[in-house]
């Protein structure tokens, strides 16, 4: 019996190698949208969980790894839900790209603050496809959303954090 | 004006904020997490738990009578 069928079936070792195949793409694509590498790992822990607790829904023949990361997507967005919008970066995170110097403190500081108060749904997206330049059909599958409700939130979004901005008095290019 | 044009000023502050993560490397193994939380399963209640749970409601309802004899015997 192939591997995404035994898990299905609801066999552990099944699913124990599935964990191991793929929990790294999976922290690795919530850690970008959380961007705090401890909450990644504990909802990566949830993410199968809850994939452990649907495998009766999952087909053997479908994609896993587009499943796993549907749900990842989900488990990520509650988080946004419920975090506290002020939540700081952490160092390690914080720290770990170049972020230009050339941009002051204050005014990064200002977008940050900006940005977290955006409702959740938006700033997924926002992430995903501003921060991190996933593509929009990437996005849109992982999320559960056509393409073009991607857009629209992105556009949104951008919307909001530019007024949001301007109420602060920070510098936004484009209008 | 397009949404790529819309989208540009605002995409380089947030970047600029927040650096993409160009290759987050996970630190540790989380099966054993995993497995701590697979543990911590609720146990699930049987159909004959729930059906026996029915049944002591349905003679409470029927003789509320019943309920200070309950009561006694517990």
Redesign the interface.
């Known amino acids: 019996m192939e591997l995404l069928e035994r898990f299905a079936a609801g066999d552990?070792e099944a699913f124990?190698a599935l964990?191991?195949q793929h929990?790294?793409e999976v922290?690795?694509w919530i850690?970008?949208i959380v961007?705090d590498?401890g909450i990644?790992?504990d909802l990566?822990?949830?993410t199968?969980?809850r994939i452990?607790r649907a495998r009766d829904r999952f087909h053997p023949a479908g994609n896993f790894r587009a499943w796993a990361r549907k749900i990842a997507t989900n488990a990520a967005l509650d988080h946004l839900r419920t975090a506290r919008r002020e939540i700081e970066?952490p160092e390690d995170?914080a720290s770990?790209?170049?972020?230009?110097p050339a941009?002051r403190h204050e005014?990064?500081e200002q977008?940050?603050q900006a940005?977290f108060q955006l409702p959740a749904k938006y700033r997924l997206v926002?992430?995903l496809a501003?921060?991190?330049?996933e593509p929009y059909d990437k996005i849109a599958e992982a999320v559960g959303i056509s393409e073009a409700l991607v857009?629209v939130r992105?556009?949104r979004g951008?919307r909001i954090?530019?007024k949001k901005?301007n109420s602060l008095g920070?510098e936004?290019?484009?209008? | 004006m397009s949404n790529e044009e819309n989208n540009k000023g605002i995409k380089e502050l947030l970047q600029q904020a927040f650096a993409p993560l160009k290759d987050p490397e996970l630190r540790r193994d989380l099966w054993p997490q995993m497995l701590q939380k697979l543990s911590q399963q609720p146990a699930r209640v049987s159909w004959f738990d729930w059906a026996l749970a029915a049944i002591l409601s349905a003679v409470l309802l029927l003789f509320p009578g019943a309920i200070l004899a309950l009561l006694y015997h517990l």
């Open positions: 552990l124990e964990f191991r929990q790294k922290y690795f850690v970008r961007r590498s990644a790992e990566t822990v949830e199968f969980w452990y970066l995170l770990a790209g170049a972020a230009d941009v005014t990064r977008i940050k940005f926002a992430t501003l921060i991190e330049e857009k992105v556009f951008v954090l530019r901005l920070a936004v290019g484009a209008k």
